[in-house]
């Protein structure tokens, strides 16, 4: 198998979730080892120009990155009950996670996003981008999990960490420590549901005229 299908199969959802009064010691990751994710990620295709973005952020990227180290994600805990939306398993993965990557994409109007070609298009590249991210993790030996968010994707706490008014969440990516032992670990609950490309993909026979 290629370098790139092994990294593929080897990448799968883990969720850690440890009692929140316990957070996992460590430091959790070095920036600059997530920066380097980031980066790669950034290599992700993407076919329209954003033309909103936050003000002052001017990157025709369809992604935005908002990141977490340990200390924040332990810092956020506390203020987790403040907000409208029940944090419910959040609080365990923040005790856990040695950063968060919140992966937000930019619709092209303001206020309610339609189901446009350019936002279908925004969402399709963002969501290459975060797998680009997730596989960069496995290169790295870092577990990982992709959210859809949970209170993280809500207004609220978007703005209160800082994301612009006119971004959308598309995944809480959490990056993990090695696995303890005595820690509760759950995988994606549609890994074992995965079939084989016979059965969603084909080769199209065309007859020569
Ligand atoms: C867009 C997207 C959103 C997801 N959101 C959640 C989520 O909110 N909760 C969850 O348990 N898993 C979530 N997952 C993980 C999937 O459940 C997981 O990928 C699937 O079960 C297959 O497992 P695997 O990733 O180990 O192959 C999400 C995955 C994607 C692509």
Redesign the pocket.
Known sequence: MSKIADIAAER??L?LLPDPASPLPGDGLDRALVDSLIAAAGWAPFHRACVSGREGVCAPEPWRVHALDKPACLALMPHLDSFAKPPAKIANMLAAADALLLVTWLPEEAGEWTASDINMEHIAATGAMIQTLLLAATEQGIGSY???GGCFATREVLNWLGAGDDEVLL?AVFLWPDTPNDIEAT?????AQRTDPDRWARWVEVSPS
Do not use: A, F, M, N
């Not at 995988?187 to 890994?191: E, H, I, M, Q, V």
């Open positions: 799968r959802t969720k992709w959210s859809s995944g995988p994606g609950k549609l890994r």
